[in-house]
C-alpha cells in the first residue's frame, strides 16, 4: 500500500497567518489527491481534488499543489473556521490511504 | 439536497456480526461508486471498502478483506457494509461517501465529495 505522511501533525497559527501543509506519498501518484478537512464530532469535507482543482463552494483562500510524491495544502489567510484537522488521501491506487492528519490549533 | 444517511451501528461483541446501511437521496445513486471509511476514536480516517456503481466491482482494505462485504440495492438507493467476525480494532465511527465525479480517477472511487454522518461500532465485551 502507498503510505501517505503529513507534516507537521500540529500546527499553531493566528487568524491571518499563510499555512503550509505537506504531503509526502511513498511513491508516485501521479495527481491523484485530495484533501480534506474535518472538524470534531463532523465528517470530512472535501476542499482539494486531483492535487489542485477547488471544490465548488471551497473558498478560495485554499489551494493545493504538487505532484508525484510531494504535495502541499495552503491557506493563504486562516480565518476562525479553518481551525481543524486536515488530511490528504491518494486515489493512485488501492488501498486508498489518507495521511495521519494535521490539527490547525490557536496560537 | 444530495444526502448520505447511515445507520445499523451498535455495540456488539468480539467475533459478532453487524450490518451498516447508508440511504441516499438527492443524486442518481447507480451513476457512482460508494465507499466506507471508517475512523477509530481519537484517530485519523482508514479507507474500508468500496463498490462501483453497477455493484459489479468491489475492493477492500486488507484489514478487512474476508469479513467485511460491500453491497448496494440501486432500486433501494442504499449501499450496505456486512461486517462478520468483528474484532476490537474495527471499534470506529463508519462513514459512507460518495464518489466525486470530477476526481478523474481511473480506479472506480477517487476522491469522496458527499459524507455520511457516521453510524458508531463498538466491539467489545
Known amino acids: 500500500d502507498i503510505q501517505m505522511t503529513q507534516s507537521p501533525s500540529t500546527l499553531s497559527a493566528s487568524v491571518g497567518d499563510r499555512v503550509t501543509i505537506t504531503c509526502r506519498a511513498s511513491q508516485s501518484i501521479s495527481s491523484w489527491l485530495a484533501w480534506y478537512q474535518q472538524k470534531p464530532g463532523k465528517a470530512p469535507k472535501l476542499l482539494i481534488y486531483k492535487a489542485s482543482s477547488l471544490e465548488s463552494g471551497v473558498p478560495s483562500r485554499f489551494s493545493g499543489s504538487g505532484s508525484g510524491t510531494e504535495f502541499t495544502l495552503t491557506i493563504s489567510s486562516l480565518q476562525p473556521d479553518d481551525f481543524a484537522t486536515y488530511y490528504c488521501?491518494?486515489?493512485?491506487?488501492?488501498?486508498?490511504?489518507f495521511g495521519g492528519g494535521t490539527k490547525v490549533e490557536i496560537k | 439536497e444530495v444526502q448520505l444517511l447511515e445507520s445499523g451501528g451498535g455495540l456488539v461483541q468480539p467475533g459478532g456480526s453487524l450490518r451498516l446501511s447508508c440511504a441516499a437521496s438527492g443524486f442518481t445513486f447507480s451513476s457512482y461508486a460508494m465507499s466506507w471509511v471508517r475512523q477509530a476514536p481519537g484517530k485519523g480516517l482508514e479507507w474500508v471498502s468500496a463498490i462501483s456503481g453497477s455493484g459489479g466491482s468491489t475492493y477492500y482494505a486488507d484489514s478487512v478483506k474476508g469479513r467485511f462485504t460491500i453491497s448496494r440495492d440501486n432500486s433501494k438507493n442504499t449501499l450496505y457494509l456486512q461486517m462478520n467476525s468483528l474484532r476490537a480494532e474495527d471499534t470506529a465511527v463508519y462513514y459512507c461517501?460518495?464518489?466525486?465525479?470530477?476526481?478523474?480517477?481511473?480506479?472506480?472511487?477517487?476522491?469522496?465529495?458527499?459524507w455520511g454522518q457516521g453510524t458508531m461500532v463498538t466491539v467489545s465485551s
Open positions: 461517501a460518495k464518489d466525486h465525479e470530477g476526481s478523474g480517477s481511473y480506479l472506480a472511487v477517487g476522491a469522496f465529495d458527499i
Open positions: 488521501q491518494q486515489y493512485n491506487s488501492y488501498s486508498l490511504t
